[in-house]
């Protein structure tokens, strides 16, 4: 079936290796489950053709394992009764029967092993449907999570310029108004000893 081939191919990509080359992971598994859920719709639909044509042959095989069992009763009761003729009758129809039988085993055996095949394939489309779709959740979070530290880095760097050139003035500025304290602290240290040697001299004058 040609769908068995176009998945057996999809299934062997290797997603990771995809990852690693590619510049946006995203779009990558994006594009993997798109195609992996196309698959998956005509995969469920072979599969349901595919069941039905199992149910088809179990229920041929049932009805020739029904008319074999028949068919020996009758050639059982044929006897008891001294029926040798109609014996031998249901016999051969019974050997007919059991020849077709085997035709019919053959071809329930296999379409319940494509059958199964089928199912499991599903499930495995359905599987890996069901991780990469958290897979991508989660890559989603981290890319938004890498996205907003980003931002948060920007502007944590803006603000700390900012922050850091506001301190810088303010430092400035603090060291001015200190340099402006301590220059009248000596002005006013200095006008005080000139105050002090005046009166001292105008004590000698009155002496």
């Known amino acids: 079936?040609?769908?068995?081939?176009?998945v057996k191919e999809l299934m062997s990509i290797n997603i990771n290796s995809l990852f690693q080359k590619s510049e946006d992971p995203e779009k990558i598994i994006d594009d993997y489950m798109r195609m992996l859920s196309s698959d998956l719709g005509k995969v469920k639909a072979e599969t349901a053709s595919v069941v039905a044509a199992e149910q088809r042959a179990k229920r041929a095989l049932d009805e020739c394992e029904a008319e074999i069992a028949k068919l020996q009763r009758y050639a059982e009761k044929s006897a008891a009764d001294g029926n040798e003729a109609g014996a031998r009758?249901?016999?051969?129809?019974?050997?007919?029967?059991?020849?077709?039988?085997?035709?019919?085993?053959t071809a329930y055996d296999m379409a319940a092993s494509n059958a199964s095949q089928m199912k499991q394939l599903q499930d495995k489309l359905v599987s890996d449907i069901g991780e990469l779709e958290a897979r991508r959740a989660a890559l989603k979070g981290k890319l938004a999570a890498a996205q907003a530290q980003?931002?948060?880095?920007?502007s944590s760097s803006i603000?700390?310029?900012?922050?850091?050139?506001?301190?810088?003035?303010?430092?400035?500025?603090v060291n001015r108004a200190y340099?402006?304290?301590?220059?009248?602290?000596?002005?006013?240290?200095e006008k005080k000893d000139d105050l002090d040697e005046l009166i001292e001299q105008l004590k000698k004058e009155k002496n």
Not at 1 to 6: D, G, H, P, Q
Not at 150 to 154: G, M, P, S, W
Not at 159 to 173: P, Q, W, Y
């Open 89 to 105: 009758t249901f016999l051969e129809k019974k050997a007919v029967q059991s020849e077709k039988l085997e035709q019919l085993q």
């Open 179 to 189: 340099d402006e304290a301590m220059a009248l602290a000596e002005l006013r240290g």
């Open 150 to 154: 980003e931002r948060l880095n920007a």
């Open 1 to 6: 079936m040609e769908i068995l081939s176009r």
């Open 159 to 173: 603000h700390g310029d900012k922050a850091a050139s506001a301190f810088d003035a303010m430092e400035d500025k």
